[in-house]
């Protein structure tokens, strides 16, 4: 069971006249721009407000009553130190790299709320990678491919073939040594569909836990 202490219950053993002082004094220290408890009764003790008629009194039982001032609260407090982030890169089992010296990767394009995502996985290994597109031009796809077969050429991987459907046939000759399969016009690639699927499902998922009607591009984005 979890104890809370209410204005009511830390109001017992104050007088009317005394809880009625200590709401006059929260306003108050509101109007001096919320300084803190001590500052405020330095202030009262050396008459450095004028006509005040807030008393220390009023002042240490509107602390105790109602508890340190929001304002200040949420204005002067500071975050906490995160914790330092410490990279750790693991290589890629040698077993994975035997077996898939030389990859295919899957590529299409993928439409959330109107904004094109640039999807591509990895054959066998099931390795998805997703890119924001925000123009479809030739030149601007073909360098999304070419940054993301570099990190896969990085970590050992050598991209030989992207299977592709008829909108990426300007890239043919592109994509430096990777070959364009290009499907038919009534042909897909079963893989990058089943993977773009389950990823539109978990992001209407995640934007109905969130209290907004609509999301702006960037936020649409991040869920990506």
């Given at each position: 069971?979890?104890?809370?202490?209410?204005?009511?219950?830390?109001?017992?053993?104050?007088?009317?006249?005394?809880?009625?002082?200590?709401?006059?004094?929260?306003?108050?220290?509101?109007?001096?721009?919320?300084?803190?408890t001590?500052?405020?009764?330095?202030?009262?003790?050396?008459?450095?407000v004028?006509?005040?008629?807030?008393?220390?009194?009023?002042?240490?039982?509107?602390?105790?009553?109602?508890?340190?001032?929001?304002?200040s609260?949420q204005?002067?407090?500071?975050?906490?130190?995160p914790?330092?982030?410490?990279p750790?890169?693991?290589?890629?089992?040698?077993?994975?790299?035997?077996?898939?010296?030389?990859?295919?990767?899957v590529?299409?394009?993928?439409?959330?709320?109107?904004?094109?995502?640039?999807?591509?996985?990895?054959?066998?290994i099931?390795?998805?990678?997703?890119?924001?597109?925000?123009?479809?031009?030739?030149?601007?796809?073909?360098?999304?491919?070419?940054?993301?077969?570099?990190?896969?050429?990085?970590?050992?991987?050598?991209?030989?073939?992207?299977?592709?459907?008829?909108?990426?046939?300007p890239?043919?000759?592109?994509?430096?040594?990777?070959?364009?399969?290009?499907?038919?016009?009534?042909?897909?690639?079963?893989?990058?569909e089943?993977?773009?699927?389950?990823?539109?499902?978990?992001i209407?998922?995640?934007?109905?836990?969130?209290?907004?009607?609509?999301?702006?591009?960037?936020?649409v984005?991040?869920?990506?």
């Amino acid at each position: 069971m979890c104890l809370v202490d209410t204005v009511d219950s830390l109001a017992e053993g104050y007088t009317p006249c005394q809880i009625a002082s200590a709401k006059a004094a929260c306003p108050a220290m509101s109007m001096m721009e919320s300084p803190s408890t001590n500052t405020f009764c330095y202030m009262i003790c050396n008459n450095l407000v004028n006509n005040c008629p807030v008393t220390l009194e009023s002042i240490w039982v509107a602390d105790n009553v109602f508890g340190p001032d929001v304002a200040s609260l949420q204005g002067k407090m500071v975050r906490r130190k995160p914790d330092k982030f410490d990279p750790a890169f693991v290589d890629v089992p040698p077993e994975i790299l035997a077996c898939n010296l030389d990859v295919v990767v899957v590529v299409d394009l993928m439409f959330v709320n109107g904004l094109p995502f640039l999807v591509l996985i990895l054959q066998n290994i099931t390795i998805v990678t997703v890119l924001y597109m925000p123009l479809r031009t030739a030149d601007n796809l073909c360098k999304g491919m070419l940054q993301v077969v570099a990190v896969y050429q990085w970590r050992g991987l050598t991209v030989t073939t992207a299977m592709v459907d008829n909108q990426f046939h300007p890239l043919q000759g592109m994509i430096g040594d990777v070959d364009l399969n290009i499907t038919a016009a009534t042909e897909h690639a079963l893989e990058i569909e089943c993977c773009i699927q389950p990823m539109k499902e978990h992001i209407r998922t995640q934007k109905s836990h969130m209290p907004f009607s609509w999301l702006l591009a960037q936020m649409v984005i991040g869920l990506v």
